[in-house]
Nanobody, 115 residues
Framework: QEQLVESGGGLVQPGGSLSLSCAYS????????MGWYRQVPGKHRELVAT???????KYADFVKGRFTISRDNANKMGYLQMNSLKPEDTAVYYC?????????WGQGTQVTVSS
């Protein structure tokens, strides 16, 4: 009974692109903010981008201009389009849903940027 599943991770060369998806259960609704976070071993999980139910987006400086976050509320999907990937982008990427009263996290999907 998974409620949130990320997909789309993989191995990509520097400068390449990757698109991540976040599919969540129909039992989850009224999601105010969905966001993408990433984490590498030995470091805390950091914010990559968020988008509100109104479509307002914000990005971490290190991905601005390269990544695009979007969501499809009707189909309960979230996306992160990643372009111009750098080795520093290598991490496990997590989707987070904020209902306003509870946060939901996916299991993460590995993104590796390497030649």
């Amino acid at each position: 009974q998974e409620q949130l599943v990320e997909s789309g991770g993989g191995l990509v060369q520097p400068g390449g692109s990757l698109s991540l998806s976040c599919a969540y259960s129909g039992t989850l609704f009224n999601i105010y903010v969905m966001g993408w976070y990433r984490q590498v071993p030995g470091k805390h999980r950091e914010l990559v981008a968020t988008v509100t139910s109104d479509g307002l987006t914000k990005y971490a400086d290190f991905v601005k201009g390269r990544f695009t976050i979007s969501r499809d509320n009707a189909n309960k999907m979230g996306y992160l389009q990643m372009n111009s990937l750098k080795p520093e982008d290598t991490a496990v990427y997590y989707c987070k849903l904020d209902s306003g009263w509870k946060n939901y996290w996916g299991q993460g999907t590995q993104v590796t940027v390497s030649s």
